[in-house]
């Protein structure tokens, strides 16, 4: 079944404890996507990758890393996470022509206290 | 730089009515693509529709269409026949450049819609 997976689903953590939100995709696309989700300001995208190592930002990248290292996976890193990065975050991918529909994962709710 | 703007926070309609959701963009590029997604209660995001900048005609899917005016700036989406699976909240967004391999995507902050039975 062609899926994004995103883990974990719901993280509870304190502020300044590193944590890696993981990302994979099983349809061999070169576009992957992070999101975060606020109430009242829609999506927003956090850090885009065309293909492998090569990584771009979008509109909110601070406080956040990516990496590409293999197409499939697409991990999210908070180095020093604080509680305005608590928020309802999606990994997407899609191919990298045509209409570019992007397929989300589940999303994964962090919460920072 | 790239702006989308949904200007309806919520809306209600009667169930079978057609229902328009408003979506308003700018950009300096000529190539651009338009999307719809749909995110329902449970959380998940689903695509409904696509509009490529160059496609002359509006584009269809179901009972989802698009109603593309290019001089005007918008891109609503026209829903037929509204359901009452149809309650959810409605995205709009942007993608600049022919392609998705190398550019930024912008959402709208979305619309929230209620049928009615």
């Known amino acids: 079944e062609a899926q994004v997976t995103q883990n974990p689903r719901y993280l509870i953590t304190v502020t300044g404890k590193k944590l890696t939100v993981t990302c994979s995709q099983n349809?061999?696309?070169?576009?992957m996507s992070w999101y975060r989700q606020d109430p009242g300001l829609g999506l927003r995208q956090i850090y885009y990758?065309?293909?492998?190592?090569?990584?771009d930002k979008g509109d909110v990248p601070e406080g956040y890393k990516v990496s590409r290292k293999e197409k499939r996976n697409f991990p999210l890193i908070l180095e020093s996470p604080s509680p305005n990065q608590t928020s309802l975050y999606f990994c997407a991918s899609s191919l990298g022509g045509g209409s570019g529909e992007q397929y989300f994962g589940p999303g994964t709710r962090l919460t920072v206290t | 730089a790239q702006k989308i703007t949904q200007t309806q926070p919520g809306m209600f309609v009667q169930e079978k009515e057609a229902v328009t959701l408003d979506c308003t963009y700018d950009?300096?590029?000529?190539?651009?693509?338009l999307f719809w997604y749909k995110q329902p209660s449970s959380g998940e995001m689903i695509f409904l529709i696509y509009?490529?900048?160059?496609?002359?005609q509006n584009a269809t899917e179901g009972r989802y269409s698009l109603n593309f005016q290019k001089a005007r700036k918008s891109a609503n989406l026209v829903i037929s026949a509204s359901q009452l699976g149809d309650s959810a909240m409605y995205f709009c967004?942007?993608?600049?450049?022919?392609?998705?391999?190398?550019?930024?995507?912008?959402f709208g902050s979305g619309t929230r819609l209620s049928i009615r039975p």
């Open positions: 950009t300096s590029d000529q190539s651009y693509g």
């Open positions: 990758s065309m293909n492998v190592e090569v990584t």
């Open positions: 509009q490529g900048s160059y496609d002359e």
């Open positions: 967004a942007m993608r600049e450049g022919r392609y998705s391999s190398a550019s930024k995507i912008i």
């Open positions: 349809m061999n696309h070169e576009y």
